[in-house]
């Protein structure tokens, strides 16, 4: 369904994507930001769901800063490779200028929702507060959230979080309920990563329905 294009930041720099369109009318578009694991299959499969939902969307190769092909698995040596780029060799304001190129190029299809795993989670609120064009943004289980309260939402947002999550304990996503009372969060019995059908910890019964949360919300906030 998808195809790999090209997308140019405002640095200069240039930057693959996949990109997978709906067959039937479009609905609007939708930012997909990779886990640590790179644009790998999960994250392709993710495109083509909400392609068939009837929205163009866009998963940026914001790894391609640090090593352009990065595709991960969940486990073992993967997983630590995925953690040492993600926090040691990518730098925030960069990755925002790439994610930035992915909306711009979105803009085409009509109104642009953002949605993020994982670290993806973490850079969809930054999103939220930083990115222009931006119609709405759902974060799941983003990592560094609680560490970043400071910065307010400008656009309407909903977090998703797993309550069996060890890495993003319920203190934490407490503290962004009490910061942030017009965000909505959702918290599921699940573990880190239950939207993702490639590693262990996916919940079908949890990612159905953030997925359906997620896809109602896109849709009351993006016309």
């Known amino acids: 369904m998808g195809e790999t294009i090209q997308l140019s930041a405002a640095d200069g720099f240039e930057l693959d994507a996949y990109l997978a369109q709906p067959t039937q009318q479009v609905k609007g578009a939708v930012l997909v930001i990779q886990e640590i694991f790179g644009v790998n299959a999960h994250i392709r499969e993710v495109c083509d769901g909400y392609a068939e939902a009837g929205y163009a969307a866009l998963a940026p190769c914001i790894f391609d800063r640090a090593e352009r092909g990065i595709e991960l698995g969940y486990e073992g040596d993967d997983m630590t490779r995925g953690i040492e780029i993600a926090r040691g060799k990518l730098k925030t304001d960069e990755t925002m200028l790439d994610l930035a190129a992915g909306v711009e190029h979105l803009t085409q299809f009509g109104a642009v929702g953002v949605v993020g795993y994982c670290f993806g989670g973490l850079m969809a609120w930054l999103s939220a507060s930083q990115l222009a064009g931006v119609a709405c943004v759902s974060g799941y289980y983003g990592g560094g959230i609680a560490a970043s309260l400071d910065l307010a939402p400008q656009v309407p947002t909903t977090l998703?979080?797993?309550?069996?999550?060890?890495?993003?304990?319920?203190t934490d996503v407490q503290k962004v309920i009490d910061a942030h009372p017009t965000v909505d969060v959702f918290v599921y019995d699940a573990d880190h990563g239950f939207n993702c059908d490639h590693r262990a910890s996916f919940d079908e019964t949890a990612s159905k329905l953030a997925l359906s949360r997620t896809l109602e919300f896109f849709g009351k906030n993006m016309g």
């Open 160 to 170: 998703h979080f797993g309550n069996l999550d060890a890495h993003i304990p319920m």
